[in-house]
């Protein structure tokens, strides 16, 4: 444990980038699981912090920009698996039906674009939230364990 806590930044960040990948795949392209990783995220990156003895404002700041980065590499992973998938809001001829996304808006194409709004925008934002969720669960929990 204190080994991964001590490991050198490049390997972090190689690491983050191979597990991250991991679990795009093992979603098979939905980011369910890159979601769930972000509570892992955020809970290394406050421990790594704590215990190279930062202070409060500086443990926050860079919760937020590491919580930041790490979902731009969903964004851009995401942005790479389903953009090529754009081009077919424009084919008259395209079966969208049986794409096999879920037709949850009774229209193949209004599916479609709420199926890219969702893997593309709202699931790294997703894994946002659930790093700083996980961030701040971690400060909470350790503040707790030393005022008791």
């Given amino acids: 444990?204190?080994?991964?806590?001590?490991?050198?930044?490049?390997?972090?960040?190689?690491?983050?980038?191979?597990?991250?990948?991991?679990?795009?795949?093992?979603?098979?392209?939905?980011?369910?699981?890159?979601?769930?990783?972000?509570?892992?995220?955020?809970?290394?990156?406050?421990?790594?912090?704590?215990?190279?003895?930062?202070?409060?404002?500086?443990?926050?700041?860079?919760?937020?920009f590491q919580a930041v980065v790490t979902s731009a590499y969903t964004f851009v992973v995401m942005a790479a698996l389903w953009s090529p998938t754009v081009k077919w809001l424009f084919d008259p001829a395209a079966d969208l039906a049986n794409f096999g996304i879920p037709l949850i808006l009774y229209d193949p194409r209004a599916s479609l674009i709420g199926w890219l709004v969702l893997m593309i925008i709202i699931s790294p934002f997703l894994q946002l939230l659930t790093t700083l969720f996980g961030a701040h669960l971690t400060l909470l929990l350790r503040r707790n364990r030393i005022e008791t």
């Fill in 1 to 64: 444990m204190e080994r991964l806590l001590r490991m050198k930044p490049r390997w972090v960040v190689a690491l983050f980038v191979f597990l991250d990948t991991i679990c795009v795949g093992m979603g098979m392209g939905v980011p369910i699981f890159c979601i769930l990783f972000g509570f892992l995220v955020g809970w290394y990156v406050v421990r790594r912090l704590v215990v190279a003895g930062a202070d409060l404002p500086q443990v926050l700041n860079r919760v937020f």
